[in-house]
Nanobody, 126 residues
Framework: QVQLQESGPGLVKPSQTLSLTCTVSTGSILTAHTAWSWIRQPPGKGLEWMGVIAYDGYTYYNPSLKSRTSISRDTSKNQFSLQLSSVTPEDTAVYYC??????????????????WGKGTQVTVSS
C-alpha cells in the first residue's frame, strides 16, 4: 500500500507559479523501481500526465508542458513537488499525485499508476 496526499494553494493568479507538494505517508520515494508522477484533469476534460520523478532522481516531463514544469523531491520528508510556471486559466484543474511501482527510465513515461492521491482543486483566476 502507498498513501499519497496533495497539498498547496487552491487559488493561483495568472502569470504566477503553481506549487504543489505530495506527501507520501506510507511507502518510500526511494524504493527501487518506483516513480512518482503528477497528473491533472481540467473540468470536462480527460486526465493529462504532466511528469515524473523516479526513485533515482530521473525526471521526465510531458513535452507539451516541459518548458513550464519542474518536479523535485525532498527525500528527508518523503515528499515530491510540482512547480508549474506562467499559469493561465487553462491550467485550472484537479491535480493528482500518483505512484507506480514498475518504472524503467528507458520508458520515460510510466505505463500506468498503481496508487493515487485524492486530488486537489487548483483554480487560476485573478
Amino acid at each position: 500500500q502507498v498513501q499519497l496526499q496533495e497539498s498547496g494553494p487552491g487559488l493561483v493568479k495568472p502569470s504566477q507559479t503553481l506549487s504543489l507538494t505530495c506527501t507520501v505517508s506510507t511507502g518510500s520515494i526511494l524504493t527501487a523501481h518506483t516513480a512518482w508522477s503528477w497528473i491533472r484533469q481540467p473540468p470536462g476534460k480527460g486526465l493529462e500526465w504532466m511528469g515524473v520523478i523516479a526513485y533515482d532522481g530521473y525526471t521526465y516531463y510531458n513535452p507539451s508542458l516541459k518548458s513550464r514544469t519542474s518536479i523535485s523531491r525532498d527525500t528527508s520528508k518523503n515528499q515530491f513537488s510540482l512547480q508549474l510556471s506562467s499559469v493561465t486559466p487553462e491550467d485550472t484543474a484537479v491535480y493528482y499525485c500518483a505512484a507506480t511501482l514498475r518504472y524503467s527510465d528507458a520508458a520515460q513515461r510510466p505505463s500506468g499508476m498503481d496508487y493515487w492521491g485524492k486530488g486537489t482543486q487548483v483554480t487560476v483566476s485573478s
